[in-house]
């Protein structure tokens, strides 16, 4: 299913395709403290419907995953980084207003397994 997803203010959108069944409540420092779900889907599934300059970008402990966000607003809709089978996006299901973040399974990750 395509899902159009945001900031809050709208200067960065996106697009993403994606069936979401499941969604990771990590709790590292990070999201632990921005409060998001996570799903991951191929980089190519996600695209950008704003300009990429118009992303920030945070990386910390191992700097293997990007974390836009908006310098406006402050929301992080999404990451992207390596994944098993090539580049990945970390989608935030908070940030797609029509996703129903209530019909999806989630999955309490502390970091260490998966």
Not at 8 to 15: P, Y
Not at 68 to 97: K, S, T, Y
Not at 98 to 106: C, G
Request: aromatic share 8%; charged share 25%; hydrophobic share 35%.
């Amino acid at each position: 299913m395509r899902y159009e997803g945001s900031c809050h203010c709208g200067k960065i959108a996106f697009e993403v395709e994606g069936d979401f069944a499941e969604a990771i409540d990590c709790n590292c420092s990070m999201c632990r403290r921005r409060g998001g779900l996570l799903a991951f889907v191929a980089r190519d599934s996600l695209r950008l419907k704003t300009p990429a300059a118009d992303l920030s970008t945070y990386e910390f402990n191992r700097h293997v995953i990007k974390h836009h966000f908006c310098n406006h607003c402050g929301i992080a809709p999404f990451g992207e980084g390596a994944g098993p089978n090539g580049p990945m996006a970390a989608i935030n299901l908070r940030c797609l207003p029509e996703f129903d973040t209530e019909a999806v399974k989630i999955v309490k990750y502390d970091g260490l397994s998966m």
